[in-house]
């Protein structure tokens, strides 16, 4: 899994595909190889030190803005010819994509994704990944990166779900959540740790002129 893509037959994109078919979301604990989640968090916590991440703003194009009150994590976007660790992990999330493409039809064209860095106390107020005026964003995709995480720390992932339901997703290092972005409202919980993670879309052609 370290240095190519995965077979697009793999039980574990199955799962996640048979997952999103059925319910729109999908969890699986030790997706990534525990090696590989920790070169990752040494890798956001590189980037930290040295101030490459930023506090991250709400909103799209000229009306984005840091707004504290509704979220507190600071980031940094993966970018072409990154860092070899960062490589390995869009090839990774790139064999998901071709297989929820071949089995969903979803027309998924790419991917993005960041770093993301909560401080303790931060958080993220319930919302959802899709804008209003920009429907790309498809299927939200978020891997965690913490070692030895606990309950009590706090900082899990709720979503809300159909009829009422509430799940949490606690961020242990390794664990994969997707979901389709514009269908599950969730929040970040405050934690009582630093709490790192890779958030990321899956994106299919907009309606928008190019």
Known sequence: MRAMQISLDHPLLQRIVDDLAEKG????????????????????????????LAPAAVGRGPAQEIREGIRGDHIQWLEEGDAPVCETYMRLMDSLRLAMNRHLFLGLEDFESHFAMYPPGAFYLKHLDRFRDDDRRTVSAVVYLNDAWLPEHGGQLRMYLKDGVEYDVQPTGGCLVVFLSGEVPHEVLPATRERLSLTGWFRRRGNEPF
């Open 25 to 52: 979301w999908s969890q699986q604990n030790g997706f990534l190889p525990q090696a590989l989640t920790l070169e990752l968090a040494a890798e956001c916590r590189k980037r930290a030190a040295e101030g490459e």
